[in-house]
């Protein structure tokens, strides 16, 4: 008979979250810019919605988005309070858990007026990382 041994995950300290945060902060504002690029190739909410790749690109792009944010700890996302962290997990509920009933001329909306304003708000901090 096998014996199964626990495996042991490393402390991490301090810095190593640190690091974690920030490389999901990065990635957080590349599926952003993304985002923003695929539905601006799109003069419209119905233009978007009948391009069905697109369409599917800005969505997922969007749920990346929101579980980087999720993935940031708290005290991470504690350091930056003005933006929008609840907004963005419940988009995330609405694209994962409704994915039919996307409302495309929300999806549009959002990404083409709200996540420009949220990734000029992210940038001067990822630019600070690098």
């Not at 042991?8 to 300290?13: E, I, N, S």
């Not at 799109?42 to 990346?64: K, P």
């Not at 083409?112 to 708000?121: G, K, M």
Request: with cysteine.
């Amino acid at each position: 008979m096998m014996t199964r041994t626990r495996s042991h995950r490393p402390r991490h300290d301090h810095a190593d979250q640190t690091f974690r945060d920030q490389t999901t902060l990065i990635r957080l504002l590349e599926h952003l810019d993304h985002a923003i690029e695929d539905a601006g190739a799109a003069t419209s909410a119905d233009e978007l919605f009948a391009d069905r790749m697109r369409f599917n690109s800005v969505a997922m792009e969007m749920t990346q988005v929101q579980e980087c944010a999720r993935s940031l700890s708290d005290g991470y996302r504690e350091t930056m309070p003005d933006l929008p962290w609840n907004e963005l997990r419940a988009l995330r509920n609405v694209l994962v858990h409704e994915y039919d009933e996307i409302d495309a001329e929300s999806l549009y909306d959002t990404v083409t007026h709200d996540a420009p304003q949220l990734a000029a708000r992210l940038r001067p901090a990822v630019d600070a990382i690098a």
